[in-house]
């Protein structure tokens, strides 16, 4: 006999299938049957995290032909390079997911998809270089170590080699602050400064508090996201002190103190109201760094047709050898 499957059975099938995959801590593949919401999500995540690392190219690249010796300039430059790689790798998984790069690259242009708001910074002093290292490189990395055990395979496996990266960079950048600080006074002084600019924008990074953050709960339940914004900017608190106390500079927060009774530090509020400007676009460089990628995309249309026509012809040769 033969039994007829509705429409609706089978998708309650699939969704069955998913929701155990998800609660044994297996990995959802590409080919695998995902609800539409998680694909959507998916997509929106990686994509911003790829256009963060390209954008993120900017405020540090402007610095690799003034650093101030060939070594210096050496390692940003490797950093830099990193960073393109990181946004290849995520928007490869994003294509997994049914993106198309070209108009994931439109949207951001067209300030349809964001990006992370840290890059809407000035990078006045080569201090900067050190803090963005130290700073923004150990947020990235209290975000996205618990990445690498994202639900979604590709996303995971990414987020494995870039971590590693990072962890590299954060490295470069404590090193470069710890010859500063060993420095003149002004090197030190220089050095203060770029913490004083960057401290609260590093803790916007997170996103907003969970109160406010409306996409947390649900990747959470999807283990796409496995920690919120607001126990990650806790993580990076208390990651963070001490290792101000080892290269001796003041962050600049009057209300950051240890809490015996809670065993984190407690910390004062950032500006949310910042944040949302920056995200919205009002941000200090935010026309800067859109413009500058706007004229790279241009100015890169003969690379990607030239690519594109050298692979039409392979292909052809290809189709002329097999007939
Ligand atoms: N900036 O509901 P939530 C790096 C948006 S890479 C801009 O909490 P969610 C490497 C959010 O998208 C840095 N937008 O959202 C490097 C959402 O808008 P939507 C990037 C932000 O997704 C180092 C809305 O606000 N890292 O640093 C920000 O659950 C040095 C509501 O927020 C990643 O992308 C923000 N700070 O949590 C490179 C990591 N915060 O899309 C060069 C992966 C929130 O609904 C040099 N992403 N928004 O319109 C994540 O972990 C998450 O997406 C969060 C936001 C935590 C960023």
Request: proline residues 5%; contains cysteine; aromatic residues 8%.
């Amino acid at each position: 006999m033969v039994v007829a499957v509705t429409a609706a059975e089978e998708t309650r099938e699939f969704e069955e299938h998913f929701d155990r995959t998800i609660a044994r801590e297996q990995r959802i593949e590409p080919r695998d049957w995902m609800p539409g919401g998680y694909r959507k999500t998916l997509i929106r995540q990686i994509s911003q995290h790829a256009h963060s690392e390209i954008i993120g190219m900017q405020p540090e690249g402007e610095w690799i032909t003034r650093a101030p010796s060939l070594r210096r300039k050496a390692i940003l430059l490797a950093k830099v390079q990193d960073e393109a790689g990181h946004g290849l790798y995520l928007y490869s998984a994003a294509e997994t997911l049914g993106a198309d790069r070209d108009e994931l690259t439109d949207m951001l242009i067209d300030g349809r998809q964001k990006y992370s708001s840290i890059f809407n910074y000035p990078t006045p002093t080569f201090a900067d270089v050190g803090v963005i290292g130290w700073l923004v490189d150990g947020a990235a990395i209290c975000n996205q170590v618990p990445l690498c055990r994202s639900s979604y395979g590709p996303y995971a496996r990414a987020m494995i080699r870039i971590c590693k990266e990072e962890s590299f960079h954060q490295r470069q950048g404590y090193e470069l602050l710890m010859t500063m600080t060993r420095g003149t006074t002004a090197q030190r002084a220089m050095v203060q400064d770029a913490v004083d600019r960057w401290w609260w924008p590093s803790l916007m990074m997170f996103g907003p508090p969970d109160d406010a953050s409306p996409n947390s709960a649900r990747s959470m339940a999807w283990k796409i996201k496995r920690h919120s914004n607001d126990e990650l900017r806790q993580r990076f608190v208390d990651m963070t002190v001490p290792q101000a106390e080892a290269l001796g500079v003041r962050l600049p927060d009057p209300d950051l103190r240890w809490n015996d009774e809670r065993g984190h530090h407690d910390f004062g509020r950032p500006d949310w109201d910042e944040l949302k400007r920056v995200i919205s676009g009002d941000g200090p460089c935010n026309a800067e760094r859109i413009a500058v990628r706007r004229a790279a995309h241009e100015d890169g249309a003969w690379v990607r047709e030239a690519a594109a026509a050298h692979a039409a012809k392979q292909a052809e040769r290809a189709r002329g050898a097999v007939a």
